[in-house]
C-alpha cells in the first residue's frame, strides 16, 4: 500500500476511537469514567478493531473498490460506514455492554472472595453521574430534586438546588440556584420541632478529605409538599 492508503487507513481507524472519547466525556451514557489513560488508550484500540471488524463483514466491495482503484468516492462510503457502526456500538456498549461486563467481573470477584466493583468510578461519580438517591423512606430521588449544601472547614459556604456541574474529569464546579431562599428556609427550619422539619437530616454527604469540603444532599420532598409544589 502506498502512502495514500495508509493515511487513510489511519484516518479510518482513529475514527471509532474518536467518537468512543467524545460519547464518553460529553453524552456519558456510562456514569463510569476512567482515570487511567493507558487503560483508556486499550479501550479505543479494542473499540476501532471491533467497529472496522464489523464495518468490514457488511462493506467488504466498498473497501476492495478503494483498494484496487483508490477512488474518493469508496473511501467517503466506507467512512460513513465506520461512523455509522461506530455510534451504534458505542451506544450499545454504554447502555448494556458495560453492564453485562461488570456483572460478568463481578462474578469473578465474589468466586475468589474479593471487593465487587461499582458502575462508578469514585464518590464523586456515585453521588452526581449515578442520577439517583436513596431517599429514608428507600425510594428513589433525582439528584435535581435534592437541596445541596456546601460546607468548607464547618462553615456554610452555599446552599441552593442543583443547576449543572461539572464532568468528572474536569475541576469541580457547580451551579445553584435559589440560593438566598433556601439559606432562610433552612434557618427557618432549624426553629421548627423535629418532627415538623422540612429537611430532616441529610441523605447522602459528600466529603473531600483533602480539602475539607463537605456536600450534604438533603430531600426536597417534605418542602414541596409542605409548599404545595
Not at 466525556?25 to 484500540?45: G, M, Q, Y
Not at 479494542?46 to 464489523?54: D, F, G, H, P, R
Not at 458502575?119 to 428507600?138: K, M, R, S
Not at 456541574?165 to 434557618?187: G, M, V
Request: proline share 2%; charged share 25%; net charge negative.
Amino acid at each position: 500500500m502506498n502512502l495514500y492508503t495508509n493515511i487513510v487507513f489511519l484516518i479510518i481507524f482513529t475514527v471509532p476511537a474518536s467518537i468512543y472519547i467524545m460519547f464518553q466525556s460529553w453524552i456519558r451514557f456510562s456514569p463510569r469514567v476512567e482515570d487511567n489513560k493507558s487503560l483508556e488508550l486499550a479501550e479505543c484500540f479494542i473499540v476501532s478493531t471491533v467497529v472496522l471488524a464489523l464495518n468490514y463483514q457488511f462493506n467488504r466491495n466498498v473497501l476492495m473498490s478503494f483498494l484496487e482503484k483508490e477512488n474518493p468516492e469508496s473511501v467517503i462510503s466506507f467512512l460513513l460506514g465506520t461512523v455509522a457502526f461506530s455510534i451504534i456500538f458505542i451506544a450499545v456498549w454504554f447502555l448494556v455492554g458495560k453492564k453485562l461486563f461488570f456483572c460478568g467481573v463481578n462474578i469473578i470477584n465474589k468466586l475468589a472472595g474479593r471487593n465487587l466493583e461499582g458502575d462508578t468510578l469514585g464518590p464523586w461519580n456515585e453521588l452526581f453521574e449515578g442520577g439517583e438517591l436513596e431517599d429514608f423512606d428507600g425510594s428513589k430521588i433525582k439528584i435535581r430534586d435534592c437541596l445541596f449544601a456546601i460546607e468548607k472547614s464547618g462553615k456554610l459556604i452555599t446552599m441552593g438546588v442543583l443547576k449543572t456541574y461539572s464532568a468528572p474529569h474536569r475541576d469541580k464546579e457547580f451551579l445553584f440556584i435559589s440560593t438566598d431562599h433556601f439559606k432562610d428556609e433552612f434557618e427557618e427550619d432549624k426553629e421548627r420541632d423535629i418532627d415538623e422539619r422540612l429537611f430532616q437530616g441529610s441523605i447522602c454527604e459528600y466529603y473531600n478529605v483533602q480539602n475539607d469540603v463537605l456536600i450534604k444532599v438533603y430531600s426536597l420532598k417534605r418542602y414541596d409538599k409542605r409548599k404545595g409544589n
